[in-house]
């Protein structure tokens, strides 16, 4: 699972015209889902991204979390982040999970943020999105269950 973290003042997800999923301050999250992801593995780089502590404090140090800005999650899947890219220049996502266990896993991803995070917005599965943001710092992490969980080779 690989999550593209983006501390944002605001973001939103508009389908056709229409906004589906808005926040102000917090972190606007794009997923993607591989083959081998699980629940488990959901719950560790949910718990990982909820605590990660990439806002300023008073003075200034990157040391507060979503609880203590108050931050929301808006989570928008990204399958695109497994594109493979190493022959040729046209992109392969056979590394990228099967759309109906993908689409499964996104939605737990969303409860389970939604039980820890008030504000919690989402884009829709498999949608043509437009994605709008202002990226504060800026400052960008990317999660990668393969290294947070030691899976890597």
């Known amino acids: ?62 040391n507060l979390a979503l609880a203590d800005v108050d931050g929301g999650l808006l989570l928008v899947s990204q399958f695109t982040l497994y594109a493979n890219c190493k022959k040729g220049n046209r992109p392969s996502f056979t590394e990228a999970g099967e759309p109906q266990m993908s689409e499964k896993l996104y939605e737990y991803i969303c409860e389970k943020c939604a039980e820890r995070v008030p504000v919690t917005e989402k884009g829709v599965f498999g949608a043509d999105m437009k994605v709008s943001l202002v990226n504060e710092g800026p400052f960008t992490v990317v999660l ?10």
């Open 1 to 62: 699972m690989k999550l593209v973290v983006q501390v944002v003042s605001e973001a939103k997800v508009d389908i056709a015209g229409e906004t589906v999923g808005k926040i102000g301050k917090g972190f606007l999250v794009l997923i993607g889902i591989g083959r081998e992801d699980t629940e488990e593995i959901a719950d560790k780089m949910i718990d990982k991204l909820i605590k990660l502590r990439i806002f300023d404090d008073e003075n200034g140090k990157t």
């Open 144 to 153: 990668d269950s393969d290294e947070i969980l030691g899976t890597r080779s």
